[in-house]
C-alpha cells in the first residue's frame, strides 16, 4: 500500500515541495509523482535576462530527481476532479487520469493583461519562458533608435527596463507606471533607481496608466499616446484558471483559499502553494507572488503533509519578507529591506553589491529546488495508515 501524492507543477514551490516530500517520507510508503508540462526547470526570476539575450543554464529534472524517488511526470495538466480525487493530463500519447490521496497545487501563474484593449495582440510578456524568447527575437529585429516600451512600474517592469536597456544600449527604452517611479521604496531606493535610469537613459512616463496598446504606440489614461514599437506587459501576475474550474474554494483572482498548513480550506486532500495559494502572512496581507514568500509555503504544505501522515509535529514556518532584490541589469542592482510585511525601512544596499547580491539570490533559489533541504539532513518517516485514512476522509467545515 502506498499513500499517492501528486504534485502538479515544477516551479520553484512544486519542486520545493515534492522534492522535501521526498525526503521526510519512507520510499515504501509513498508513490510522489511531480507532474510538469516541460522538461526542464525554467528559472522564471531570470525571464527579463533571457528576453534580453542572455543564455540560461540548462535545468533538467531528470537529473535533479535522479535517485530521488520522485517520479517526473512530464504531461499538461488540463483539469482537477477533486470530488474524484483524480488530475486529468494530456501529453503526446493522449489524455489520461491520475489519482491522488493527496495533491499539491503549485501551477504557478501568468501575465496578466488585464483586459486592457490590444494587449493579447500586440504586448510581449516576459512571465513565461515562450513569452521571453518570443520578446528575445523581437528586440533582435529591431533598428536602432527604436522604442520599447515597458508597461508596469513594479519590480518586474523596473527589470525588464534596465536589463534590456543595459543590453540593447541603441534601442530607445522607456518605462510607463501607473504611480511614481519606485514610489513604494525609501526615499535613497528612489534616488539611487532615478540614478541608474538615468544612467541607462530610460524614458520615465510616470503616473501614465496605460488604457490600450496599439502595434506602434499605447494609450494612457489622460489621453497621451506613447510611441513603442515594442510594448513589454509586465502589470502583475495573473494565475491559471484550472483552480477557479474546480469545487475548490477560491478567491476572485482563482487562487486557492488555505490555511495556516497550506491546505485548502474547503478539500482536505488538497494543498495549494507559491503563486497558486492566497496565503495570509504578517499584517493579515495577503502575500504576494514572489519566491521570497512561495519557497517558504512549499516547505510548510510539505512538512505538514509528512506531520499529518506520519503523527508528527504540524509544523509553523515563518513566513515573512526580508527585502525586495531589484537587479537593474548586470551591473546595478538595489536591495531594499523591508518589515516583515513586506514595507520599505531606509536600509537599502546599491551598486555592484546589490548586483552580486541578487545574483546570489537567484542562484540560490535554483540551488534550493535542486536540494530542497537546503542541506539538512534526511528525516523519512514512517506513515501511519489510519493517520493517512482520515486525514483523506476528513473534510474541513466550511
Ligand atoms: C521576470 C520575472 C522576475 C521575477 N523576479 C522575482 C524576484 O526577483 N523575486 C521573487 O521573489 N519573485 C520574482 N518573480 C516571481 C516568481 O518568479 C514567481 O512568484 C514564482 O516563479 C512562483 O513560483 P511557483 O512555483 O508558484 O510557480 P512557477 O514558478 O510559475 O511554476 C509553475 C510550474 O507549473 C508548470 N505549469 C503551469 N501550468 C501547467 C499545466 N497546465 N500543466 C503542467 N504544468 C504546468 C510551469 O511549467 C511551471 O514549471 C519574478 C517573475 C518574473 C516573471
Known amino acids: 500500500m502506498q499513500h499517492r501524492i501528486v504534485v502538479l507543477g515544477a516551479g520553484y514551490t512544486g519542486a520545493i515541495a515534492a522534492g522535501r516530500l521526498a525526503r521526510r517520507l519512507r520510499r515504501e510508503d509513498v508513490a510522489i509523482t511531480l507532474v510538469n508540462a516541460e522538461p526542464d526547470f525554467v528559472e522564471r526570476v531570470r525571464m527579463h535576462q533571457l528576453a534580453a539575450g542572455q543564455d540560461l543554464k540548462p535545468r533538467p529534472f531528470s537529473e535533479m530527481f535522479a535517485g530521488t524517488g520522485v517520479e517526473l511526470r512530464l504531461a499538461k495538466v488540463t483539469g482537477v476532479h477533486v470530488d474524484r480525487k483524480t488530475v486529468a493530463v494530456i501529453d503526446a500519447n493522449g489524455a489520461e487520469e491520475l489519482a491522488y490521496d493527496t495533491l499539491v497545487y503549485a501551477l504557478g501563474s501568468g501575465w496578466n493583461a488585464q483586459g486592457v484593449p490590444g494587449t493579447a495582440e500586440h504586448a510581449y510578456e516576459i512571465a513565461s519562458r515562450p513569452g521571453a524568447l518570443r520578446l528575445r527575437e523581437r528586440l533582435a529585429r529591431l533598428d536602432a533608435g527604436q522604442t520599447v516600451v515597458v508597461v508596469g512600474g513594479g519590480l518586474t517592469g523596473l527589470e525588464a527596463a534596465t536589463e534590456i536597456a543595459e543590453a540593447c544600449p541603441d534601442l530607445d527604452v522607456a518605462l510607463a507606471a501607473r504611480g511614481g517611479l519606485g514610489d513604494w521604496l525609501s526615499l535613497k531606493g528612489r534616488e539611487h533607481l532615478r540614478k541608474v535610469f538615468g544612467k541607462l537613459g530610460i524614458t520615465v512616463h510616470e503616473h501614465a496608466a496605460v488604457v490600450g496598446v496599439e502595434a506602434d504606440r499605447v494609450a494612457t489614461a489622460d489621453g497621451k499616446a506613447i510611441p513603442a514599437a515594442v ?8 494565475v491559471h484558471p484550472i483552480a477557479e474550474a474546480t469545487a475548490l474554494e477560491v478567491t476572485g483572482t482563482g487562487q486557492i483559499v488555505v490555511d495556516g498548513t497550506m491546505r485548502s480550506v474547503s478539500y482536505p486532500d488538497v494543498y495549494a502553494v507559491g503563486d497558486a495559494a492566497m496565503v495570509i502572512g504578517p499584517g493579515d496581507k495577503p502575500l504576494r507572488m514572489s519566491c521570497a514568500s512561495g519557497g517558504p509555503t512549499a516547505w510548510q504544505a510539505a512538512d505538514a503533509i509528512a506531520a499529518r501522515l506520519t503523527g508528527g509535529k504540524l509544523p509553523n514556518t515563518p513566513i515573512r519578507y526580508f527585502n525586495q532584490c531589484i537587479s537593474l541589469g548586470r551591473k546595478e542592482g538595489l536591495i531594499q529591506y523591508v518589515t516583515a510585511d513586506d514595507r520599505a525601512v531606509r536600509a537599502v544596499l546599491t551598486g555592484r553589491l546589490a548586483a552580486v547580491y541578487k545574483e546570489l ?23 501511519t495508515w489510519e493517520r493517512a485514512a482520515a486525514g483523506s476522509a476528513v473534510k474541513a467545515p466550511a
Open 231 to 238: 510594448t513589454v506587459w509586465t502589470t502583475g501576475f495573473a
Open 361 to 383: 539570490v537567484c542562484k540560490g533559489a535554483a540551488w534550493g529546488v535542486a536540494n530542497p533541504t537546503l542541506g539538512l539532513p534526511t528525516r523519512r518517516r514512517r506513515v
